[in-house]
């Protein structure tokens, strides 16, 4: 999930209003990578064409597909940005806006995705830098750590809960009781830290500039397809889900399948084709079964661990063949966006659209604490 965005070469009243595709611009070094990783593979571990694409878990890719192209029609429909302006004009002070942008980073990353969500609060937090004097590596750090934390809670939230949902058989609902507890813990912690880090100083907003104009056609369109969307998920119609969207997108707002993060798809499907594989080379397999990580503590901290060095994602992926306490490896995985920023792509995604000089030590400033802290506190109540 790395992108670029072309917002940070605009001009200040422009670059909030920009509607151009989020990852123009390349950030695909992640996807090059493991498309040299399966090439690799296919030299050392020959296999037949359609044994390749069995590794992928479509259920998964699919899925995330029609989420990517509804939340780009959401963008794309001007509402969300035009309401966060008129919200954040009317704030205050430096801690209540603080605590809506967190606020409306851990809503957003539970409906529309964790991505999606920072690709629209972050450009939106730069041009509020240039309106006033705010703490912009702090602020968009703590968008990081809401987004993680917000998107744990539901099935569609991040790539991780959508395969996990379906290698569960829960439903929406039932996998969401499943994460609320840890979510809660992650945003308690959340909101103490924005209370704890950010002041309560006086700020001085000027009016946005030049709002991009609201569709409330394509809005609505979006808003009935993520309702019919979720719905076919949980019934598990993904094929007659995904037809619709499609179809409705290319007859009505082709533009929005256009600008759809294909690459993402690309390197989520070539992240289960390479850890699979790399799951199932003898030494990692006799390594991974002597260690006792099957369930409990043991699971949840494999996959702290595990998510620190290699994403949460790919963690995902490559210990689902060892774990088989499902709700301690979600546990784990989520917790685990915190700390490093490989933690989770969330992190680098937010790093990249601020563009900050110092944006990494920033972010490991805060993130590491909290995730101690809330990987200690998510323990206790599952031990409790």
């Known amino acids: 999930m790395t992108?670029?965005?072309?917002?940070?070469a605009l001009p200040p009243a422009t670059a909030a209003t920009d509607t151009s595709s989020p990852h123009e611009g390349?950030?695909?070094?992640?996807?090059?990578?493991?498309?040299?990783v399966a090439v690799l593979f296919a030299f050392l571990r020959p296999r037949a064409p359609l044994d390749w694409l069995k590794l992928i878990d479509w259920q998964t890719v699919g899925a995330l597909a029609g989420l990517l192209a509804i939340t780009q029609g959401?963008?794309?429909s001007g509402v969300l940005q035009s309401a966060a302006q008129r919200l954040l004009a009317r704030t205050t002070d430096l801690r209540r806006l603080a605590l809506l942008l967190v606020a409306s980073a851990a809503v957003l990353s539970a409906l529309v995705t964790n991505d999606v969500s920072l690709f629209l609060l972050v450009p939106l937090t730069r041009v509020l830098a240039t309106q006033a004097h705010l703490p912009l590596a702090r602020l968009v750090v703590l968008e990081a750590l809401a987004v993680n934390a917000g998107s744990a809670l539901t099935p569609i939230g991040n790539p991780q809960n959508l395969y996990l949902w379906h290698r569960s058989g829960e439903s929406f609902a039932g996998f969401m009781g499943m994460m609320a507890p840890t979510v809660g813990v992650m945003l308690f912690w959340l909101f103490a830290a924005v209370w704890l880090?950010?002041?309560?100083?006086?700020?001085?907003?000027?009016?946005?500039?030049?709002?991009?104009?609201?569709?409330p056609r394509l809005l609505a369109l979006s808003g009935l397809l993520f309702v019919g969307f979720v719905v076919a998920l949980d019934r598990h119609w993904l094929a007659a889900g995904l037809a619709v969207v499609f179809g409705a997108y290319l007859l009505f707002q082709r533009r929005v399948l256009r600008d759809?993060?294909?690459?993402?798809?690309?390197?989520?499907?070539?992240?289960?084709?390479?850890?699979?594989?790399?799951?199932?080379?003898?030494f990692i397999a006799a390594l991974m079964t002597?260690?006792?990580i099957a369930e409990g503590w043991r699971a949840y901290l494999a996959a702290?661990?595990?998510s620190q060095f290699i994403s949460n994602v790919p963690a995902t992926i490559l210990l689902d063949h060892y774990v088989h306490d499902l709700p301690a490896l979600a546990a784990g995985v989520s917790v685990g966006g915190f700390g490093c920023v490989l933690g989770s792509l969330a992190n680098l995604i937010a790093l990249r659209l601020a563009k900050l000089p110092h944006g990494l030590r920033e972010f490991h400033r805060l993130s590491v604490p909290f995730l101690l802290v809330c990987a200690a506190s998510a323990l206790l109540l599952r031990l409790g």
């Open 74 to 76: 959401v963008e794309k």
């Open 260 to 282: 759809v993060d294909w690459a993402l798809l690309a390197i989520i499907a070539l992240m289960f084709v390479d850890l699979r594989q790399l799951a199932e080379l003898p």
């Open 290 to 292: 002597q260690w006792p």
């Open 26 to 36: 390349g950030g695909n070094g992640l996807l090059w990578v493991l498309v040299a």
């Open 197 to 215: 880090l950010v002041p309560r100083t006086a700020i001085a907003l000027k009016p946005a500039a030049d709002s991009a104009p609201v569709q």
């Open 304 to 306: 702290i661990v595990s």
């Open 3 to 8: 992108k670029d965005t072309a917002a940070s």
